[in-house]
Each structure stands twice: as C-alpha cells, then as structure tokens.
C-alpha cells in the first residue's frame, strides 16, 4: 500500500521558518509529480506548490511565491517545503500529495500541523 508520511510541521513565530518533508514508500517516485496542499479551518483545501516527477519544473500559488520553495529528492523518495518569512495566514494542515496524470493517479499523506502565532 502507498503510504506518505508528513513531517516538520509545527508551532512557529511569524516571520520564521520551518521545513516540511514527505516521505513517499511502495510507489516509484520518480514517475509521479508532487504537490503541497494546505486546508485552513472552515476553508477549502488550496493548492500550495507543485514540482514535476523530475524537478524541472516548479509552481507556486501566488500567496507563497517568493517566500516558499518546494523541492525533491528523487533517491529518497522525499519532497520538501521549505517555508520562509511565515505569516498567520499560512496557519493549515499541510498535505503532501503524488500524481501521476497519465493514469489519473492521486495519492494523500496525512498532513501535518502548522500553526503560526506570536
């Protein structure tokens, strides 16, 4: 069974960082694209970045543009999210997610909290 594991989540003060990390097990990675999701409470699950099978090529939504950077490990089988200069609003439940278009496959991780509060 496909599992992605979520971590690095937590409590930080705005304007810092923290980097989360998703592990992916029983999937060849490097045939799927990776994203990051976040859903807030009461709100919609959003798209937060994506990074194609190989790295090449990389995309942001544009409320973290410029302050996060998704990136990926194909021999680890792991995609990271690198988040910087953090605000309130980015408080979420942030999910790893696997695609893979060509046969419309999607996979979910459990999320991991991350809460930015002074």
């Known amino acids: 069974q496909v599992r992605l594991v979520e971590s690095g989540g937590g409590l930080v003060q705005p304007g810092g960082s923290l980097r989360l990390s998703c592990a992916a097990s029983r999937i060849i990675f490097s045939n799927y694209g990776m994203r990051w999701y976040r859903q807030a409470p009461g709100k919609e699950r959003e798209l937060v970045a994506g990074?194609?099978?190989?790295?090449?090529?990389?995309d942001y939504a544009d409320s973290v543009k410029g302050r996060f950077t998704i990136s990926r490990d194909n021999a680890k089988n792991t995609v990271y999210l690198q988040m910087n200069s953090l605000r309130p609003e980015d408080t979420a439940v942030y999910y790893c997610?696997?695609?893979?278009?060509?046969?419309?496959?999607?996979?979910w991780g459990q999320g991991t909290q991350v809460t930015v509060s002074s």
């Open positions: 990074i194609t099978s190989v790295g090449g090529s990389t």
């Open positions: 997610n696997a695609y893979r278009g060509i046969t419309n496959t999607y996979y």
